[in-house]
């Protein structure tokens, strides 16, 4: 009896594990940049006032933002914006190394570059409805 409890249990944990990991993998894309959002405002923030660990840690939070975005633009083939999120988290990578080893100015070069980055794509795939919000274009 305490082997099937045991078996339950464990299946109901491995059900609710995955289904946690489907949830956070299909975010709705404005959570996602919302969150983007936020995490870019702190990082700013954090490298404006010399908090290289915090700055890390925002970073490092970029690159799994941006790896959501790109899992996003990923079935719609969109081959600019793939590039432009692999190159967000590649500068979110570049930003975290820099203030992880508190050389403050290469982070915000590498900020600077990757905010450029984020631009061109939401120049290209992105319109204002006018109404508070934004349409997204494939």
Same mark, same amino acid.
């Given at each position: 009896?305490?082997?099937?409890?045991?078996? *339950?249990?464990?299946?109901?944990?491995?059900?609710?594990?995955?289904?946690?990991?489907? =949830?956070?993998?299909?975010?709705?894309? /404005?959570?996602?940049?919302?969150? *983007?959002?936020? %995490?870019?405002?702190?990082?700013?923030?954090?490298? /404006?006032?010399?908090?290289?660990?915090?700055? =890390?840690? !925002?970073?490092?939070?970029?690159?799994?933002?941006?790896?959501? *975005?790109?899992?996003?633009?990923?079935? &719609? @083939? %969109?081959? /600019?914006?793939?590039?432009?999120?692999?190159?967000?988290?590649?500068?979110?990578?570049?930003?975290?190394?820099?203030?992880?080893?508190? @050389?403050?100015?290469?982070? &915000? !070069?590498?900020? =600077?570059? %990757?905010?450029?980055?984020?631009?061109?794509?939401?120049?290209?795939?992105?319109? !204002?409805?006018?109404?508070?919000?934004?349409?997204?274009?494939?």
């Amino acid at each position: 009896m305490n082997r099937q409890f045991a078996l *339950v249990l464990i299946t109901v944990a491995a059900v609710f594990a995955a289904t946690t990991a489907i =949830a956070q993998q299909h975010r709705p894309y /404005d959570q996602v940049m919302k969150d *983007v959002g936020a %995490t870019w405002a702190s990082l700013k923030k954090n490298l /404006d006032s010399n908090s290289g660990a915090a700055a =890390a840690e !925002d970073a490092a939070k970029l690159q799994g933002l941006f790896a959501e *975005v790109q899992g996003f633009w990923a079935p &719609l @083939n %969109t081959n /600019d914006a793939l590039n432009l999120a692999k190159r967000a988290q590649e500068g979110a990578a570049a930003i975290g190394a820099a203030a992880k080893s508190n @050389n403050m100015k290469a982070a &915000l !070069d590498s900020y =600077a570059a %990757t905010q450029k980055n984020c631009g061109n794509c939401h120049l290209a795939h992105r319109e !204002d409805t006018g109404k508070g919000g934004f349409l997204i274009r494939p």
